[in-house]
């Protein structure tokens, strides 16, 4: 199991930001406590599970990547959006993807 981040390129309120992402659910909330975020601030869609991510400022996801989140591209986002998506279609558990 893994947990991602994305490049920082989302401008709000005069930062830019990313997306923590993991395989599993309970590892990004393992991660992200380890960044001091609560599991209130998970990003959610009700059925969309594989959309469930933390929204972090550029200079945490720099504190994310110290910790051991692989750096992904926003193509490898788009792919392990893809294959989170699928492993829940087919009912099985999120696989690991290779970083770009």
């Known amino acids: 199991m893994a947990v991602y981040v994305d490049p920082a390129?989302?401008?709000w309120r005069e930062r830019l930001w990313c997306h923590l992402r993991?395989?599993?659910l309970e590892e990004l909330f393992a991660f992200a406590a380890k960044l001091g975020l609560p599991r209130a601030w998970l990003q959610t869609k009700p059925g969309r599970p594989w959309k469930d991510h933390y929204d972090l400022?550029?200079?945490?996801r720099f504190q994310a990547v110290a910790l051991g989140a692989i750096e992904i591209d926003v193509?490898?986002?788009?792919r392990l959006t893809q294959r989170?998506?699928?492993?829940?279609?087919?009912g099985a558990a999120p696989a690991r993807i290779a970083p770009s």
């Open 84 to 90: 989170l998506k699928d492993r829940h279609r087919d």
């Open 75 to 78: 193509a490898g986002a788009a």
């Open 57 to 60: 400022p550029e200079p945490m």
């Open 9 to 11: 390129i989302w401008p």
């Open 22 to 24: 993991a395989d599993d």
